[in-house]
């Protein structure tokens, strides 16, 4: 997606073992959000950035932490991941809360 | 609370049948109602936002509308390439945060 990567694409990881997501944007928009999508619920926000080093939290915020040190890259950690974060991780860009966003093109991730 | 619902969940068309997905929204001051398709393995793409009720937007076979309680995303005369998960997310005055359904899956068959 022009603008916005993530990394890694695909990750396997150990429960209990932390594990770092990163997503990476060209536009220098304001606002950065991680979303995690899982069959029957949709996309649901877990923290969002409306400006370097500020953050705020979604609704699945529970075992996530996010830093934005840069307007650049927006980093989502699992401090010691379960199984129940196995799922597909997108981020998401906008100029504005009014904007439509710029999705990248996920990390799915799953825990064993 | 605010709530986005959509429907049907899936939806099969023959090409050339013309149908409409619903959401309907519960956001206190609506600031936007935005819709995205979704292509298995990817990001959801942009399709349209809406400000206020009575606008309508158009991009090819795709036209969306709204009202204060719901909107439509209309497709006509579909073709196989429409085939894709359907978002709609809605938006409040009160967040910067939107509220996504979870989708319509959309089929067109030959």
């Known amino acids: 997606d022009a603008g916005i990567t993530q990394s890694p694409r695909h990750k396997v990881t150990e429960t209990g073992t932390p594990v770092t997501l990163r997503c990476h944007q060209t536009?220098?928009?304001?606002?950065m959000y991680w979303y995690r999508q899982d069959p029957g619920h949709g996309l649901r926000l877990i923290h969002y950035?409306?400006?370097?080093?500020?953050?705020d939290k979604g609704e699945v915020s529970d075992g996530y932490s996010v830093s934005r040190s840069k307007t650049e890259d927006f980093l989502l950690t699992l401090e010691s991941a379960t199984s129940s974060q196995t799922s597909v991780y997108f981020c998401?860009?906008?100029?504005?809360?009014?904007?439509?966003?710029?999705f990248g093109s996920g990390t799915r991730l799953t825990v064993v | 609370e605010d709530q986005v619902t959509q429907s049907p969940e899936a939806l099969r068309l023959q090409e050339g049948e013309s149908s409409s997905l619903n959401c309907s929204y519960t956001?206190?001051?609506?600031?936007?109602l935005f819709w995205y398709r979704q292509d298995p393995g990817k990001g959801p793409e942009f399709l349209f936002t809406?400000?206020?009720a009575g606008e309508e937007k158009e991009k090819e076979r795709l036209k969306a509308t709204l009202t204060k309680k719901e909107s439509f995303l209309h497709i006509t005369a579909p073709k196989p390439e429409d085939s894709a998960t359907y978002l709609c997310?809605?938006?409040?005055?009160?967040?910067?945060?939107?509220?996504f359904g979870t989708g319509t899956r959309l089929q067109v068959f030959p």
């Open positions: 998401a860009i906008s100029a504005t809360a009014s904007y439509g966003y710029t």
């Open positions: 536009e220098n928009h304001r606002y």
């Open positions: 950035s409306y400006g370097v080093k500020d953050t």
């Open positions: 956001v206190s001051g609506l600031r936007g």
């Open positions: 809406l400000y206020s």
């Open positions: 997310a809605a938006g409040g005055y009160n967040t910067d945060k939107l509220i």
